[in-house]
């Protein structure tokens, strides 16, 4: 995903500053600025990019336990949200809940093509040791163990 929408920064800015605890993972560009005290230091920025041209626009929402997932069709840029038609749809099957969940987890967890977009902008490599986890690779197998083969 990429963002660069003002009003969508400012209300994840908003969601921080009211104590809400963010994860984005941003492909591309991020005009957002995380870890700054007093607008974004409950949101934390990862980049991911390898091999595959996947960002999917998977969002999460937690209250309590309770987890929401809706999947929408764009990068929030400011070519999509005001001349395009965009949607977002929830998932309400718990099996795929389970399974996006365990696919952003993969990506969370990549140690190997991940960075860390800090407060400079800077793209700090994630280096969290063994075992190596490459989320593509991961997500590959994942998601072949899972496809009956003929």
């Excluded at 963010?22 to 005290?37: A, E, K, M, S």
């Excluded at 937690?62 to 965009?86: C, P, Q, T, V």
């Excluded at 989320?135 to 003929?150: A, C, F, G, M, V």
Aim: hydrophobic share 40%.
């Amino acid at each position: 995903m990429n963002l660069e929408e003002e009003s969508l920064i400012s209300k994840l800015y908003e969601a921080s500053n009211a104590g809400v605890n963010i994860q984005l993972i941003i492909r591309g560009i991020c005009r957002l600025i995380p870890g700054v005290p007093d607008q974004s230091e409950r949101i934390s920025v990862r980049r991911i990019v390898d091999r595959y041209l996947e960002h999917g626009r998977v969002f999460i929402f937690e209250n309590l336990g309770n987890k929401a997932i809706y999947l929408g069709s764009s990068d929030w840029m400011n070519r999509n949200i005001f001349h395009r038609i965009e949607v977002c749809f929830p998932i309400y099957d718990e099996t795929l809940k389970n399974e996006i969940i365990d696919l952003i987890n993969l990506q969370l967890a990549d140690n190997v093509q991940a960075a860390i977009i800090d407060s400079e902008l800077s793209n700090r490599p994630v280096n969290t040791g063994y075992p190596a986890i490459r989320s593509q690779e991961e997500i590959y197998n994942y998601l072949s163990e899972r496809i009956p083969h003929t």
